[in-house]
């Protein structure tokens, strides 16, 4: 596969983990997207993929790859009677995991079809590994896995509208957007409170209430954004989520007026975090937080891989919130920059190699709070460039252009944001 995205910044340590995620994507797509590469989960597990596939568009061109093997996804649930199997192809049928309905890994079906098309234009369980569920246990995490599953559901029936409409199968589109509408209520009034808590009271719970926009009001969504903040905080910025969490917490965050807790967690470096394994020299991302333990030895739980691009999937914020770029239209033809700096990073720069061409975005800081933003637009492309502190909001097309502005008052704040001794706000 052809290389087509690159990523650096001002901070070594996160190029350093862009890198590793590189080195476990090649490591992993072979033939297959496997889990990993050296033991008995070299299998093409959808969960995995599901989450690492927008990362994946981005890194290489493997829209030939993953529509190939959604072929093989097809055949294997017509085999297994409509349902999804774990891995694809299904050489598990006969056991130990037969095919059952379940949330984040049957909804390869439906999330990775639309990833390729929002990135290619290609028409054609609960929150496993939490890392405070023990070792032997990953199933036993702190959000009620029902709760994954019923986010999941509404969110996966929004897009299948979505998709239904794009394919002009006008009736399943209302047919579907309706069903999206009655789930989202029933969502709201089985887990979230009048005052916009989510019951779990967990990071993923609220960061997937708050992605998939599952809350009725704005003061709903503001009162869960603030919790979400606390419970990062409270965390000490460690990572607290899992399979289905930490794909989308620093998404959560940064969408919500939190981007410099999006870039603690990011930074943070003790155990469990990204950074963590960075530390120990990994150079590639891990299956566990801690596969290897502070004093050098082994994980003994039984799940131990050092070679696992799941958790990996934190690359695609740092596309689209560090370096600034996502699509909006099919084939990047129209595409956002929106850089949004924090951290202390002084500077980053992204290229994507889009099916019309080089998209690129550089910024950095320069003397005091001004940023001076280059963006690339190829041919046939349009770029909606918005800088950090909103004096500018711009279309354009093919070109390279040059924009100055000032930071937004998230990224003027005060850094690093503080670690709370309760949930209630004790600093």
């Known amino acids: 596969m052809r290389r087509t995205g690159f990523f650096s910044c001002s901070d070594e340590d996160v190029n350093a983990l862009h890198r590793n995620v590189v080195w476990s994507m090649r490591g992993n797509f072979v033939s297959i997207p496997t889990d990993c590469p050296q033991r008995d989960e070299r299998q093409g597990w959808t969960g995995g993929i599901q989450i690492f596939s927008p990362t994946a568009s981005f890194l290489y061109d493997c829209g030939g790859m993953l529509s190939n093997w959604m072929r093989d996804v097809i055949l294997d649930q017509k085999d297994a009677g409509g349902v999804v199997p774990l891995v694809v192809p299904n050489v598990m049928k006969d056991?130990?995991?037969?095919?059952?309905p379940q949330a984040v890994w049957d909804d390869v079906v439906m999330l990775v079809p639309w990833t390729l098309y929002k990135w290619f234009g290609d028409t054609g369980l609960?929150?496993?590994?939490?890392?405070?569920?023990?070792?032997?246990e990953p199933g036993l995490a702190r959000t009620d896995g029902t709760l994954v599953a019923d986010a999941y559901l509404v969110h996966v029936?929004?897009?299948?509208?979505?998709?239904?409409?794009?394919?002009?199968?006008?009736?399943?589109?209302?047919k579907f957007a309706a069903e999206h509408k009655r789930l989202k209520q029933l969502f709201q009034d089985k887990y979230i409170t009048k005052a916009g808590f989510v019951v779990a009271d967990s990071q993923t719970a609220l960061?997937?209430?708050?992605?998939?926009?599952?809350?009725?009001?704005?003061?709903?969504?503001?009162?869960?954004?603030?919790?979400?903040?606390r419970l990062v905080q409270y965390s000490k910025f460690r990572v607290s989520t899992g399979f289905a969490g930490t794909p989308v917490i620093l998404h959560a965050l940064s969408e919500t007026g939190y981007t410099q807790h999006a870039y603690r967690m990011l930074l943070e470096k003790g155990c469990p975090s990204w950074m963590y394994p960075v530390t120990k020299g990994a150079t590639t991302v891990w299956e566990r937080w801690d596969s290897m333990l502070e004093d050098g030895t082994i994980n003994p739980g039984e799940m131990t891989s050092f070679n696992h691009y799941a958790l990996g999937s934190v690359a695609n914020w740092m596309h689209a919130r560090i370096g600034g770029l996502s699509p909006l239209e099919p084939g990047w033809t129209k595409f956002l920059v929106r850089p949004r700096p924090?951290?202390?990073?002084?500077?980053?720069?992204?290229?994507?190699?889009?099916p019309s061409g080089q998209v690129r975005a550089r910024w950095e800081i320069k003397t005091g709070d001004r940023l001076v933003l280059e963006v690339t637009v190829p041919p046939n492309a349009t770029a909606v460039v918005s800088l950090p502190d909103g004096s500018e909001e711009k279309t354009v097309g093919s070109g390279t252009y040059t924009f100055e502005g000032g930071l937004d008052e998230q990224a003027k704040g005060e850094w690093p944001p503080?670690?709370?001794?309760t949930q209630f706000g004790l600093p």
Do not use: M
């Open 95 to 100: 056991g130990p995991f037969p095919a059952l």
């Open 157 to 174: 029936t929004g897009v299948v509208s979505q998709i239904a409409r794009i394919l002009s199968l006008t009736e399943d589109a209302d």
């Open 418 to 421: 503080q670690a709370l001794l």
């Open 207 to 229: 960061a997937l209430a708050l992605l998939f926009n599952l809350h009725e009001t704005p003061a709903q969504r503001k009162a869960a954004a603030a919790r979400l903040a």
């Open 126 to 136: 609960g929150d496993w590994l939490d890392p405070n569920a023990p070792p032997a």
């Open 342 to 354: 924090g951290g202390g990073l002084k500077h980053a720069e992204v290229e994507y190699l889009s």
